[in-house]
């Protein structure tokens, strides 16, 4: 099983407010799907909740305190790290797709990070963890100006573990 974290994040580390994105980046979203698709996404209630429903072509995980959240859903729901893991361990590769606490307390357990940086700073209460040049490689780094549909210029960067 390999696990990647993926996240768009701004110039300043923010990832969210009030449990939204900052911003709205059609690249950004098209290039999540593709990434996503046909494998298991991992999420914290409230980033489940913020979603318009579920994804199709993704098996949903979601990851909560509250114990009788989700009974009689098509979703997975882990109450803790050690039973996410068992519930992933037949995967070939997952997603942690938010939100900052989920960043948190698996980005020690990734291979992969699939990071937007946004070339913007936003008013956020949400913030993805600082990346451990020591502990991360950046492997590829894919710039895009800001166009007609992308409002920021961004770059798309993938670091893998060392």
């Not at 900052?100 to 020690?108: C, G, H, K, P």
């Not at 590829?140 to 409002?151: L, S, V, Y």
Request: aromatic share 8%.
């Amino acid at each position: 099983m390999r696990i990647h974290l993926i996240a768009a994040v701004d110039a300043a580390g923010g990832i969210g407010r009030d449990n939204r994105l900052l911003c709205h980046l059609p690249a950004d979203l098209k290039r999540f799907k593709a990434l996503t698709m046909g494998h298991t996404i991992v999420m914290g209630r409230k980033t489940f909740e913020s979603l318009p429903g579920l994804l199709p072509g993704r098996r949903h995980v979601v990851l909560t305190r509250q114990r009788e959240y989700g009974q009689g859903t098509d979703i997975v729901v882990c109450h803790d790290v050690p039973e996410t893991m068992r519930a992933l361990k037949d995967e070939g590769d997952c997603f942690i797709i938010g939100g900052a606490s989920l960043y948190e307390l698996f980005i020690s357990r990734a291979d992969v990070l699939h990071i937007t940086e946004i070339a913007a700073a936003f008013p956020a209460d949400t913030f993805f963890p600082d990346i451990d040049r020591h502990t991360w490689q950046e492997v590829e780094r894919e710039h895009h100006d800001a166009d007609e549909k992308n409002k920021y210029s961004f770059d798309f960067v993938t670091y893998i573990s060392k």
